[in-house]
Structure formats: C-alpha cells, structure tokens
C-alpha cells in the first residue's frame, strides 16, 4: 500500500479522523486552495483502491503556478503538501472501512438471503465493494462540507436497510408473539376459572336439589306426626310442590338451572314445613285444655315437649345415655373449658338427675353410678343400653302399644334429658372459645368418616394427628372389636379419640334403618353403642344412617335413645370414584362454610386423597372442625343436621 500505510488492524490511528477535521481557517479562506482538485483526487484514489491499484500520493507540476508573494510562498507551498497528505490517507482508511463493513454485511446478507431461498440477489464483494466507493465518492462530490462517515450514512446501502429491516420485522414478530402468547393464556385462565365456577355451580345445585328434597319429605311427614298428636291434622297449609317425591327430580342429568331452581322450589317449601311445626308445638304447648291419649296437654305444657315426646325422651334408655354423656363430658373437659361455671352447672345438673328418685325410678341408678366407662358398656343391666325399652318407648310414640303407666316418671326423666343436653352443649361451647373456634363467624366444616375401621383407618387417623385435625367417625358396630384396622392394644378408634376425634353410631352392619322393624334397629344401635362404648369409654351421641336412609319411625328410635341424626351436605363420592384426585375435586367443588363432608376410611384412595384435602381447605380459609364443634354441641336428639346451616328439627 502507499508509502508503506498500516491498516488499522495493525495499529490505532489517533491522528485525525478526516481531512478536514486538520484544515485550519486560513485554509478555508485561501482561495488558491483548489477543493475541487482535492476532491477530484480523493474519487479517483477511492476508485483505485476498490479495484486493489496501488495508490500514489498526488503530484503537482513543478511549473505549478501560484499567485502569492515571493514572503509567502514557502508557507503556502508546505500548506498545499500538508493538505494532499491527509486526503490521501483519509480516502486509504475510508477504503479500509468501507471493505470491511461490506464484507461483513455481505456474509450476513448471504446468510439471510440463503434461509429465506434468495440467493438469487447476492452479488459478488467486489461489485459491492465498487458500488460502495462509487457511492462514497458521489456522496463526497456532492457534500464537501459533512464527514465522510456522515456522508456514507445518509447516502445508505441497500444491504444495510436490508438488514434493519429484518432485523425490526423480527423484532416486531418477536412482540406479536408475546402479545398472542399472553392473550391465549389470560383466555386459558378465564376458559378454566369459567368451568370450574359452572362446575361448582352444578355440583351445589345437585346437591341442593336432593337434600332439600329429601329434608321436605321427612319434615312433611313429621308435621304430620305433630298436627296428629294435637288432633289438628285439618291445619296443615303447606301445599307439596310438584315432583317433591319424584326420584328423578334431582337427576344428574339435567341442566344445572334446572336443579338449582328445583332446589330453590324445594328449600322454600321445607322452610315452610318447618314454620309450621313450630307453630304447631307453640300451640299445642299454650293449649291447657285438651288432652291426648289420657295425658293431659299441661303436662306436655310444663317440660314443654309433646305426649310422644314424653314417651321417647322420657325412656329409661334416653335417660341413662343422657346421664352418661354428661358423666363422660364432665370427666374429659377438665382444664378445657373457658369458663368454669359450665362444668359447675353440668355437675349439678348430673346430680340433680341422680338424685330424682322418681327420675331414676325402675333403671337400677344411684348417685354412684358411672356410666361413661368402659366397663360400664359391658354391664348388661346398662339401662343406657336396653335395646327392649328403646323399642317400646319408639312404639308407644308411635301410637302402637298405650301410653306408658307412669307418667310421672317418664315426664321426670324427659325433664332431666333436657337439662343435661343443655348443659353438655354448654360446656362444648365454653371448650370452643377456649381453643378459638367460633363457627358463627368462621369458616369451618366437618370432616366425617364412614363404614370403619379397617386396616385404612389407622392411615387416616395418623393423617389426622399428623396434620392437627380432628374429625368424627361414625363406626360399624361389628368392626369396632374384630381387630380390623388395630396393630396393637389400643384400637383404631381409641386412638382417633385420644386425638381429639369423635365416634358415633353407624349401625351394627350398616343396613338401611327404614327396612328394619322397630325392635330390630334399636337392636342394631345399641350394640353398636356398647362396642364404641367397650372401645373408647366414650358414649355415643351421634348416629350416622347408612346411605343417609331414614323415616319418621327411625327419628323416634333415635330420640329414645338420646341421639341426633347427622347426615351430610358434601358427598366425596369416594365409594364410587375410588380416585384420589376425583375425590378431591368433588369435595371442594361443593364445600361451604359450615358444610359436613362425608367420606369413608374403609377406601386407600380416600387416605390418599386427605392430606391434600386438608391442605386445599386450610388454603381456602377454612377451619377443620368436628360435628359437636360445628354446631356448638350435640344435635337434638331426633334433629337431622346437614349442615350448620340446614338442620331440620324434631
């Protein structure tokens, strides 16, 4: 290259960029300094430099004519040297640059055009190259005034727009995709919270739809009972909404606004029942005058419970239950309570019952006895578990054998049935401030567990006492002391009670309590008590009918033995999925604040399925409560409880 030249590869030039950026102002101002001949020279060198021509330093004839003074002419002649010097290094390094930027551009260009199938418009780099110092030196022709870097800016190169050009378009695209990316997921997020809501809202309409149906039709046929009993039978107003008895009512298959105002139609009609038999027992308790099957109303008046409700509160069977409970109550709330005078007031209220001897009379009690042990569930002479007595005093209410003769006696212990349920729920809700729980203003729901124990149960249970819940179990009598589900001494539902748990009656084995006659079902349920009773040393106050089947007859067995129906308004429908992940989906596609849940601790995907249950209504607020918990004690005895908020009354 020229007088030995080193590219800027070689070395960093920190001389002057551009050749004007060394003219001084007098050389602006010589008018003798030709700008076209300089300019004229720098195309020419640019031009020789594409083609790889050696470049040579530009001559000037010697004759050269300068119009200066003979004092100015060496200045002016150095000057003149100076300025040729520059140009021509300044027209080399723009060379250089221009190569270079082409060649890269070039291979990108190629690289592109090959992606997209263009090869067809390449061209070769030394075409590029001439046309870029052809343009250059145009642009330098046509604007001597601006920077040669300036100058090849503005005049662009078509590769070089190219390239923007893809370069933004990718860009561009790059940003469409975002846009349809969160587009497409923000639509999936209201696509899924959409059908999970009508989900929901199908599942509670289903759900509605039976148990009010359900509800209506035993509170129907207990408004019956109650306006027979006070021979008012002609004012029952409440007239039966259409399909109230038909099974397919509440079918699955059905539009979901179709079982939601079915459920509407059917809860509006069961309020109505229930008004009325409430307005019906304010009467009878008013009316002074009348008497029914030789028992005068007043008498009914003073315990304000009716003639059948004498006859079942007032059994023996009723009355020692209710005094073992409160026994057993008393016995296991010890430093529990809030307040201390509910256990005062529970103790008077057991002596009291003791005490009565026209209370006690016939039933072998004393002020001695202790039914809530376990030994006394062995006793056979357990009054608290005589099957015979519970099955007469269910059919004396029913009208099938006479009132029982001593009346003064039943109407005593009916009296102290009362008092001590009353003070036994005082208590669980003086246990329940203490330990926070306030379901009135919580969100809490019951887990109940069904058809154990069994070699699950004990999974469950150590779920529970992992995780710090409590729930209630409703036992078949005949797997409580088998050894079912019992790895040591203590049984299944030892252990579930010693963590805070509660037990309750699911029958001896698990028949429908309508298809039973009177004698066989209380049969049934005081075996199942005495085997709890045998296991834990906790009485029993809660029964659970299986597959929630129940009558009016099946309520009055349950009233004469002290006990409270509890079905359930979440069915897990882990008997017929037997999946955990299903399991899970139905219980919270229907819980509520206030809900029972049922589920069964007899099937491996529902101990699978609990700890996640657990977690997912704990995250969603709620608080695990048991059934006592939930209502602030015992239901009463005859009452069906389905939830908090839906408990239909004896």
Not at 64 to 84: C, G, K, L, N, Q
Not at 377 to 396: F, I, R
Not at 441 to 451: G, H, R
Request: with cysteine.
């Amino acid at each position: 290259m020229a007088r030995g030249f080193r590219t800027r590869k070689e070395t960093e030039y920190t001389g002057p960029l551009f050749a004007w950026d060394e003219k001084t102002p007098e050389a602006f101002e010589d008018p003798r300094a030709s700008s076209a001949d300089i300019r004229e020279g720098v195309a020419i060198e640019a031009v020789e430099a594409a083609a790889a021509v050696p470049i040579s330093s530009p001559s000037y004839p010697e004759d050269a004519a300068f119009e200066v003074s003979p004092t100015e002419e060496p200045a002016h002649a150095h000057s003149h040297a100076h300025h040729a010097h520059l140009h021509t290094h300044a027209a080399e390094t723009e060379v250089i640059d221009l190569a270079a930027e082409f060649v890269d551009l070039d291979s990108a260009f190629l690289a592109d055009s090959s992606s997209q199938g263009g090869s067809s418009a390449r061209k070769t780099d030394a075409a590029d190259a001439a046309a870029a110092t052809t343009a250059s030196a145009d642009a330098a022709t046509s604007r001597p005034d601006l920077p040669h870097r300036s100058r090849r800016a503005s005049s662009g190169s078509p590769r070089r727009h190219h390239t923007v050009n893809q370069a933004s378009r990718r860009r561009h695209g790059k940003r469409f995709v975002a846009i349809i990316a969160i587009v497409v997921i923000l639509a999936l997020v209201l696509i899924t919270g959409g059908a999970l809501a009508g989900y929901r809202y199908y599942r509670l309409a289903i759900s509605d739809c039976m148990h009010y149906q359900y509800a209506y039709q035993q509170s129907r046929a207990h408004l019956e009972a109650v306006a027979a009993e006070i021979d008012n039978a002609g004012d029952i107003t409440v007239s039966e909404p259409s399909g109230i008895y038909d099974d397919s009512s509440c079918n699955a298959k059905q539009l979901p606004t179709t079982l939601a105002g079915r459920a509407h139609k059917f809860k509006t009609a069961w309020q109505q029942v229930e008004t009325e038999i409430t307005d019906l027992r304010k009467q009878a308790s008013s009316d002074s005058t009348s008497t029914t099957s030789g028992t005068t109303s007043s008498s009914a008046a003073g315990t304000g419970l009716l003639p059948m409700d004498l006859n079942l509160s007032g059994s023996t069977t009723a009355f020692a239950n209710a005094i073992a409970t409160a026994q057993w109550t008393l016995d296991s709330s010890k430093d529990t309570v809030a307040d201390s005078s509910t256990r005062i007031k529970l103790q008077r209220a057991i002596e009291s019952a003791l005490a009565d001897a026209t209370a006690v009379q016939g039933t072998q009690l004393s002020a001695d006895t202790d039914l809530a042990t376990r030994d006394a569930a062995a006793d056979t002479a357990n009054p608290a578990l005589d099957a015979t007595a519970v099955a007469k005093s269910a059919d004396t209410a029913s009208g099938s054998l006479p009132l029982q003769i001593e009346s003064s006696a039943v109407r005593a212990r009916a009296g102290h049935v009362k008092a001590l349920n009353k003070a036994v729920n005082a208590v669980i809700k003086s246990q329940n401030r203490k330990l926070g729980i306030d379901c009135s203003v919580q969100k809490c729901v019951a887990l109940t567990f069904d058809d154990g124990p069994n070699e699950v149960s004990p999974q469950v249970v150590q779920t529970l006492q992992h995780e710090g819940v409590q729930a209630t179990f409703f036992a078949v009598g005949q797997t409580v002391n088998s050894g079912a589900g019992s790895g040591d001494d203590d049984s299944t539902m030892a252990k579930a009670l010693a963590t805070g748990s509660v037990i309750g009656d699911h029958t001896w084995n698990h028949t429908d309590l309508p298809s039973m006659s009177s004698a066989d079902r209380a049969q049934q349920l005081v075996d199942t008590n005495r085997a709890v009773q045998s296991a834990t040393g906790q009485p029993v106050r809660l029964l659970r009918p299986p597959h929630g089947a129940f009558d009016e007859a099946s309520r009055r067995t349950a009233v004469a033995m002290n006990l409270g129906l509890v079905d359930y308004d979440v069915d897990s429908y882990d008997w017929k999925s037997l999946n955990a992940l299903k399991t899970r989906e139905k219980i919270l596609a229907q819980v509520r604040p206030g809900s029972i849940v049922l589920m069964h601790d007899i099937h491996q995907s529902t101990a699978d399925a609990l700890p996640d249950v657990i977690h997912d209504l704990r995250r969603l607020g709620f608080t695990l409560v048991t059934v006592p918990q939930l209502l602030d004690g015992y239901p009463a005895p005859g009452e069906v409880v389905y939830s908090r908020d839906m408990r239909v009354q004896w």
